[in-house]
């Protein structure tokens, strides 16, 4: 340009030829086109940020069926891209939640609002996982819903520690409020097996002048074994 600055245009050119065929001149045209490819370049960022990104990002059509996942969604749930696009979400539903959860998510988004939440969802190889998930409805100029954009990530680990540290704080609490030495057994089960998310469970002592194992208390299949 005149100022200095760069531009992207796109030209074309053509020979000019008298009724003779002798070449006269070269006529030519030359298209501005310095937004279209601003708008590429920002297409070709937003595209490697969505790809790089460490939370899992899914987008869908306005049925549900996959269209795209990224890197970080293969890495976390262990279906590859083609093994998920073409289905749905389903394939990660793990039987944790009822009815009355999913009709509150889809009422949700087809009303065009965010649902935001934690689910438990199911891994290609069975495991469980606890995701905070967003799904956001994309409108088309009318305003009606065309897809849903899912960002998601795995906060197994965190709401674990946050278990862990609940539990750890009841057993303190327990002990400190237990009246004699049973009730505080019965309280130091009771807690570590919430904790650990178990039923059958037995409390062992070590006198550790003896080396002697001491059964407290049992719970569960336990009971009446030891």
Known sequence: RRDGSLVWVLASASQVRDPAGRLVGIQ??????????????????????????????????????????????????????????????????????DLAFFENLWGTILSGNVFRGILTDRKKDGSLYYEEKTISPIHDAQGKITHFVSTARDVTGRLQREREMESLVKVADALRKAPNREHLMSALLDEVAALLGVQDTVLVMVNSGRAEKVVEMARGAWLGIV
Request: proline share 1%; charged share 25%.
């Open 28 to 97: 030519g045209m030359l298209l501005d086109i310095s937004e279209r490819k601003q708008a590429e370049e920002t297409l070709v960022r937003l595209s490697a940020a969505v790809e790089q990104s460490a939370d899992y990002v899914m987008i869908t059509d306005a049925n549900g069926v996959i269209l795209y996942v990224n890197e970080a969604f293969v890495n976390l749930t262990g279906y590859s891209r083609d093994e998920a696009m073409g289905h749905t979400p389903r394939i990660l539903k793990s039987g944790k939640h």
